[in-house]
């Protein structure tokens, strides 16, 4: 956790009600870095948006309180926060030019037409935009107008920019560009980034840590390759990547380790994470490509026939579906080299994998 000085956000026991009943947030605590780039992920409805629409101040908090740079803002109106937004529909006026659009926020903070215009320079520079200062919003492409987007939020020296699924309007190509782009600007200027996304390879790529919410509940808080390889819950291993979910019943617990009796009477060897002990149901959490297919004789603890029952070509990988300890959900990635070994359709191979890879997660019903 960061210490106190080093705390620009803090939620305090936030929790929220539109209705007077139902909580879409609960009990929410987060202490937020200053200059970090911290992500909300989670699905539609999970409270992520919520959150930041609290600390924007355009959403009151039903109970708890929101700190910024050490002072509470539950009665602070939005306008003097001190917080950029970016939003998913840029929010850009369309009757001024891209510079008027940038020395608004300035010209409201009651900034000098010279200190406007060398801080509108630069903002548009930082985003290599400095030769469409006089153009209008109407005349420029989706990942221009992001990024005019991206520069009004910055141009006031905000102490912390809220992104509100900023690139969910673009194609796949022009995002992923503008997520390099984004995490670029954060590293150069080390602003604090609030971002708001459902979308997993957003959060991973640009993200310091990241919050994975469900149901108004934070389900785990990490940087990005500690939620990968040792997510929490099994709802974290589901959101985060690809992820082969395994069933059974634990039949012995020791140390770090348990075995489990998977449904169709496999035994296998995992992790203990989160169990409720011996005689009782567990969810494991396997990787795709943690899987090794016919792994040399004594490499992995866990070592199984495999039925493949589906093959898709993926270009760097052939995304494998096998029948598998009474599963035929289970998904192999095998990379796609030289050496890769031949597997067919409806053939029968020996796969292997480690202990520390299969995480025994939630106990189960």
Known sequence: MPSATDVLVRFENVQKSYDGESLV???FNLDMERGEFLTMLGPSGSGKTTCLMMLAGFEPATSGEIYLAG????????HKRGIGMVFQNYALFPHMTVGENLAFPLEVRGMGKSE?????????????LGEFANRRPGQL??????????ARALVFDPDVVLMDEPLGALDKNLREQMQYEIKH????????????????SEALTMSNRVAVFDDGVVQQLAPPDELYEKPSNAFVADFIGDNNRLLGT???????????????????????????????????????ERVEVNPEPGKYENNFEAKALELIYLGDHIRTRMQVCGRDDFIVKI???????????????????????????????
């Open 335 to 365: 990379p796609n080299s030289t050496a890769h070994p031949q597997v067919a359709k409806g053939g029968t191979v020996k796969i292997g994998w480690s202990t520390e890879d299969c995480r025994a997660l939630d106990p189960t019903d």
């Open 116 to 128: 406007r215009e060398t801080k509108v320079t630069k903002a548009l520079n930082m985003v290599q």
């Open 250 to 288: 634990v039949t012995s617990a020791n140390g770090e380790t348990c075995k489990v009796k998977a449904d169709d009477g496999s035994e296998i060897i995992a992790k203990q994470v989160n169990i409720a002990g011996e005689g009782k149901r567990t969810t494991m959490s396997l990787r795709p």
């Open 25 to 27: 947030v609960k009990d």
């Open 185 to 200: 600007i954060h590293e150069t200027l080390q602003v604090t980034v609030l971002y708001v996304t459902h979308d997993q």
């Open 71 to 78: 002072q509470p803002i539950n009665r602070t109106p939005p």
């Open 141 to 150: 492409s989706g990942g221009q107008a992001q990024r005019v987007a991206v």
